[in-house]
């Protein structure tokens, strides 16, 4: 079965601190991943996929087939980066995606 | 820039009711998906449409149905409404070919009273 985790509910760091958002995956296929972002009373958009291997907003995510994982990773955190945080995996041919529960990042000042 | 538009942004119904929420998109979009969000558990795919009058159920289909009559539109029905579809549903889009990201409207708060 396929499925996403994001051990972490809430994460909290300060301004100028790195971050990491983990997100581990599990799929016995080539795995296609999203980090999606929500900021507050906004919707759900795309932050990055792994196969532009582009930095957005200075979040950058590494696949690691071996761990199986999809971190999402910036060196110094903004406030502005306060958001909820979901990972997601692409299944099959209808582009179905599975979403792990959320990472809540709290930026403080 | 792609348009998904969700018909309400809150709505509050009674326990029993036929509810119904639409979603429309301007992109040409083959694939169409609702999911509810709940804090804790993400997104919930409940049902999802890749063409005009098809449709597959997702993870969670139990007390939904959807609809679509035309590309642009998906519609889901809460056949007999209840307390515990109080949630947000997100309505989104996206191309069929290849690994393509889903594009997301603003949410349907729904409040079942």
């Known amino acids: 079965a396929q499925r996403v985790t994001q051990p972490e509910k809430l994460l909290s760091v300060f301004k100028g601190a790195p971050v990491e958002l983990k997100c581990n995956y599990s799929?016995?296929?080539?795995?296609?991943l999203f980090w999606y972002v929500q900021y507050s009373r906004q919707r759900l958009q795309l932050l990055l996929r792994?196969?532009s291997r582009e930095s957005i907003k200075g979040f950058t995510a590494d696949l690691n087939k071996g761990e199986t994982s999809f971190h999402l990773k910036k060196p110094f955190a903004q406030e502005e980066d306060s958001a909820m945080y979901y990972c997601a995996l692409s299944v099959g041919s209808f582009n179905k995606f599975y979403f792990g529960s959320g990472t809540k990042l709290n930026v403080k000042p | 820039d792609v348009k998904v538009t969700q018909s309400s942004r809150y709505l509050v119904k009674r326990t029993g009711e036929k509810v119904f929420l639409e979603c429309v998109q301007d992109m040409d979009h083959e694939n169409m998906f609702w999911y509810r969000q709940d804090p804790g558990l993400g997104l919930r795919l409940i049902y999802f449409s890749y063409d005009v009058k098809m449709k597959e159920k997702g993870d969670i289909p139990e007390g939904y149905s959807v609809s679509r009559e035309k590309k642009e539109r998906f519609s889901l029905i809460l056949e007999s409404a209840s307390t515990n579809q109080t949630s947000m549903y997100l309505c989104?889009?996206?191309?069929?070919?290849?690994?393509?990201?889903?594009?997301f409207g603003d949410g349907t708060r729904l409040s079942i009273l």
């Open positions: 989104a889009s996206s191309f069929m070919s290849g690994v393509q990201p889903q594009h």
């Open positions: 799929y016995s296929g080539s795995p296609e």
């Open positions: 792994h196969i």
